[in-house]
């Protein structure tokens, strides 16, 4: 083999050897990124209904249905998105067979009967769900929900969290956050597809 062929022969070798590098890299980046999508949200979970009773994941199954977090004592954001939800399940028609959940990060606070009486000021087919601490801290890992107390004196504290509204599918697989922050009539007819 010519000395030149020999020379040009290293700088050829380091080459391929950097393709076939880049190549794992972005073979193993894509297969993690397809794997962290893959990543289940929602799952099964047994709380009481502040309709009364328990109730759990497969009572809502056979129909979409919407999921948020929040607590009765919140000043702004939770009533917020429980007025929207209401607009929503309003504009789609009473006839429609649709729930949407409210689950407590505070269920210190937040008993079925507070929960209850908190929300007859929104939507009924708006249920609201609390639990004892475990519970709540199960379905919020399920959900991969932030929630946490914050200082307050006694009972007079916050919760920071988690303001995403979950849209579930009828075999209660999670599909995507819902946007509330539109027309009424425009999230209506979105959802209604899901039906």
Not at 158 to 168: C, G, K, R
């Amino acid at each position: 083999m010519p000395a030149i062929s020999r020379r040009l022969l290293l700088p050829f070798a380091i080459l391929l050897l950097g393709f076939a590098g880049f190549g794992v890299a972005a073979y193993m980046l894509v297969s993690g990124f397809q794997q962290d999508q893959g990543v289940a949200i929602g799952g099964p979970f047994r709380l009481s209904s502040s309709n009364g009773g328990e109730v759990t994941d497969a009572d809502f199954k056979g129909h979409p249905f919407l999921v948020f977090f929040g607590y009765t004592h919140c000043p702004d954001t939770c009533p917020t998105v429980l007025f929207q939800m209401s607009q929503v399940l309003k504009a789609m028609g009473s006839d429609k067979q649709i729930k949407a959940l409210f689950i407590t990060v505070d269920p210190e606070r937040d008993t079925p009967a507070v929960m209850k009486q908190y929300l007859e000021s929104f939507d009924p087919r708006i249920v609201g769900l609390s639990g004892t601490r475990e519970e709540i801290d199960a379905v919020e890992k399920a959900y991969k929900v932030y929630a946490k107390k914050e200082p307050g004196k006694g009972a007079d504290y916050a919760m920071d969290h988690t303001a995403i509204v979950y849209l579930m599918d009828k075999r209660g697989r999670f599909v995507n956050a819902f946007n509330l922050d539109r027309a009424p009539q425009v999230a209506a007819k979105d959802l209604d597809t899901y039906l």
